[in-house]
């Protein structure tokens, strides 16, 4: 089945600093989201990206759609403490019975005031 | 606007018995869908609906049974509960499958 690689597994930041992660897929996907998960809640979508090389911003976040589909890249700028929590990527290839979304095992963001 | 409702919040059970978990949502949407988290497997598809009506499964089935209720309800139950279903449980929705899917806030269940 289609598996996501999500790296890094967890990272340890100063507020301020700028993050980046990435989810890489050994398939093609037509749909890559970006959801945040704080403790003990749901995960929250962040951004959606439809588009092979599309890029799209929500705030201080940009999402990039790989140009070989296969992967994905989420950037959050000028991190601040409330961006502490667990990000997943997810990817969907979509079209018959293919859009099941296949999710990353997430990164682990700290953010250090 | 409430987004995706899940009741209970928290659940312990014992081995063997049965419970239903609630999920509604109030976004009109097709497409609902039930996922476990556990740690380190990440999210899981157990269920989902693409459409009122229809019920199809997902990657980790066994254990559970699903009922698409209305529209805005989707259910899901297990009937003889064992300790390896304690676990996270969420529910999604979507406008319609292929979309975006937006959670509910979960239900934490152990089974001792």
């Known amino acids: 089945g289609q598996q996501l690689n999500q790296s890094p597994q967890s990272m340890f930041i100063q507020e301020g600093e700028d993050v980046s992660m990435n989810c890489t897929s050994s398939s093609i996907f037509n749909t890559w989201l970006w959801y945040k998960q704080d403790p003990g809640e749901g995960p929250v979508l962040l951004i959606a990206?439809?588009?092979?090389?599309e890029l799209t911003s929500n705030g201080r976040l940009t999402a990039q759609f790989g140009i070989t589909r296969k992967d994905s890249f989420l950037n959050i700028s000028a991190s601040i403490p409330s961006d502490v929590g667990i990000y997943f990527c997810a990817g969907q290839l979509g079209g018959g019975s293919n859009y099941k979304l296949t999710f990353g095992k997430g990164t682990l963001l700290t953010v250090n005031p | 606007n409430a987004g995706v409702t899940q009741t209970p919040k928290f659940q312990v059970l014992k081995t063997g018995q049965s419970m239903t978990l609630q999920c509604a949502q109030d976004m009109n949407h097709n497409s609902m869908y039930w996922y476990r988290q556990d740690p380190g497997m990440g999210l899981r598809l157990i269920y989902y609906s693409a459409s009122e009506g229809t019920t199809d499964k997902g990657e980790v089935p066994n254990g559970y049974n699903v009922s698409r209720l209305n529209k805005r309800e989707f259910s899901l139950r297990l009937e003889s509960a064992a300790p390896s279903q304690t676990s996270v449980y969420f529910c999604?929705?979507?406008?319609?499958?292929?979309?975006?899917?937006?959670f509910g806030p979960g239900t934490r269940l152990t089974v001792t």
């Open positions: 999604a929705s979507s406008v319609v499958r292929g979309r975006e899917q937006y």
């Open positions: 990206l439809y588009k092979a090389g």
